[in-house]
């Protein structure tokens, strides 16, 4: 059911950590829905030098991130907020349907880390925050309800 | 891929033990005719069908004459509750049942519900066994069946059902159990369990996939759920699945007269799995109930990882297992198995089953526990759960 590279980046699994005094921190996804991910951002001069993340999740969760961390090492801050989660199950050869959320989590991970990294730069309010990661699993478990 | 495979997934099937086959080989072949044929090779079939059907009367202490084979366990369970439930609507329109039954036993309730049947899921305890003394209380004066299955799937915990079958028959109310988990573990004797009705599926226990069968106890009110020819005496039409009825009498046969020598050997291997997993990998939680347990299965649930992850690292060492994890069970939601025993959500999510069977032995426990140690400190590094939980125990010590 997956791809070959989501199980070379599920067995393999690429910058997996943490950044001690990361630039930016996201965290989504929620232990209920059985998948968290946190993501931890390195930036220099508005481009992303190194990022790292651990993961809660099942395979597709573990590849989508892994492979995330490598879309967007090298990218500007502009350039990461632009990686959607259709880009990221794209890199992967695709996931199964049951298996999209995972991406969403994947974009979600990035925007949170950005977010915080803007926050913490002065370069955006406290209130905007919350609009990239409070997507709950129970939206996103209906969307997957309404696709099946 | 390891080039050695560990089959550790008998609960979800087992496979067709050699003797089982051979008794089946001629059926597809030479012996190819419809049992309802009136010549001699018709004949030859509809004999292996009988000796098949005294098999399975013999190992449930039944009267051939009450046993009707199926295409599956889940056509048996849907068979019982919704045929008990067809032709007893007059008298009444309600069922009782368990929160961990099986989905071929859920699912039909919950349709039966849509039919305007009312229902009701008797919750269990922490470790899966239904409260009779709830049971009693549930039973209502409509209560036309009810439905609890031997052994459970996932954790494996067997329900009291001669106390289950006795409240039942006392207060006039059918008794449907699915066995299918159970046969080849636990001795079985409608009689004396006071079962009406029984479903089983031979791949459970070493037979072929595709056949089963339903125990009704003579005397029961059911409609028919399949229409057609007059097989198994005019209650199931359909041209009967010949092979899969010998190989399924055979398998039976045999499962039957090793339940002691089967069950000893897989709860040594059970209880050494338990304690070397105890004594290598914290932060576990064993599922199921410790005694009244189906000797072959463990399920544990692992903290702060995530099942079907855990399934396909195994898988890369040559270990099949299975998981209640909402992504391996095909839903959104961790087994609801899980759920009704009191995990969390959390927790179930990161559950595994084992199940051990006839080739298992104690390297492959060995090889388990040493690559499962690996597999869960890898997985527990990667994962922001187990980072939390390791960062507040630091900051515990310093307070």
Redesign the interface.
């Known amino acids: 059911m997956y791809s070959d590279k989501v199980m070379d980046h599920f067995a393999n699994p690429r910058n997996v950590g943490e950044i001690e005094g990361a630039d930016g921190v996201g965290q989504v996804g929620n232990a209920k829905c059985g998948d968290i991910m946190k993501m931890y951002l390195k930036i220099e001069d508005g481009k992303i030098t190194d990022a790292k993340f651990k993961t809660f999740g099942c395979g597709a969760a573990v590849a989508t991130s892994s492979m995330a961390t490598e879309l967007i090492i090298g990218k500007t801050v502009d350039e990461a907020y632009k990686i959607t989660n259709a880009a990221v199950a794209e890199a992967l050869d695709g996931l199964p349907p049951a298996k999209m959320h995972c991406s969403n989590l994947a974009e979600e991970a990035i925007q949170a880390a950005l977010e915080d990294y803007k926050l913490k730069n002065g370069l955006t309010d406290e209130a905007d925050v919350c609009k990239k990661c409070c997507k709950r699993c129970e939206d996103v478990h209906d969307l997957i309800d309404e696709d099946m | 891929m390891s080039d050695r495979l560990i089959y550790l997934d008998h609960a979800a099937t087992t496979a067709v033990k050699p003797e089982v086959f051979e008794a089946m080989k001629p059926y597809f072949t030479e012996l190819f005719g419809n049992p309802s044929s009136i010549y001699s090779l018709g004949r030859t079939a509809k004999k292996a069908i009988s000796e098949a059907r005294e098999k399975v009367a013999a190992a449930l202490n039944a009267d051939a004459k009450e046993i009707f084979f199926t295409g599956s366990g889940t056509e048996a369970d849907n068979w019982a509750i919704k045929g008990v439930a067809y032709a007893n609507r007059k008298k009444g329109k309600h069922i009782i049942t368990t929160a961990i039954e099986h989905h071929a036993v859920l699912h039909t309730c919950e349709y039966l519900e849509k039919e305007g049947f009312e229902v009701t899921y008797l919750p269990v305890d922490e470790n899966g066994l239904i409260c009779t003394k709830r049971l009693e209380k549930a039973i209502r004066p409509d209560t036309i069946l009810i439905t609890i299955m031997l052994a459970n799937n996932e954790i494996g915990t067997i329900q009291p059902i001669e106390e289950i079958g006795e409240i039942a028959r006392q207060k006039g109310v059918i008794f449907h159990t699915d066995a299918v988990q159970a046969i080849g573990n636990v001795k079985i004797d409608v009689k004396s369990m006071n079962v009406d009705l029984l479903s089983l599926s031979a791949h459970k226990f070493y037979g072929p996939k595709g056949v089963g069968a339903l125990y009704i106890r003579k005397g029961i009110n059911i409609t028919n759920l399949m229409h057609g020819g007059a097989q198994e005496r005019k209650r199931r039409a359909s041209t009967e699945n010949v092979a899969g009825i010998v190989g399924l009498g055979k398998a039976i046969e045999i499962a039957s007269n090793n339940i002691e020598q089967y069950n000893k050997k897989l709860l040594a291997l059970s209880q050494k799995a338990i304690e070397e997993i105890s004594e290598k990998i914290p932060y576990i939680k064993f599922n199921g109930h410790q005694k009244l347990r189906l000797p072959g299965t463990v399920n544990i649930s692992f903290r702060?990882?995530?099942?079907?992850?855990l399934l396909?690292?195994l898988d890369?060492k040559g270990i099949l297992a299975s998981s209640g994890?909402?992504?391996t069970s095909?839903s959104?939601d961790?087994s609801h198995v899980l759920l009704a025993i009191g995990l969390?959500?959390?927790i179930a999510?990161g559950s595994l089953r084992i199940s051990f069977g006839e080739e298992s032995t104690e390297q492959d426990v060995s090889f388990l526990v040493e690559q499962l140690s690996l597999i869960v400190e890898r997985l527990r590094?990667?994962?922001?759960?187990?980072?939390d939980f390791v960062k507040n125990e630091g900051r515990n010590l310093y307070v």
């Open positions: 702060f990882i995530e099942g079907e992850s396909l690292m890369m994890s909402a992504c095909g959104l961790p969390p959500h959390e999510h590094g990667m994962s922001p759960l187990y980072e």
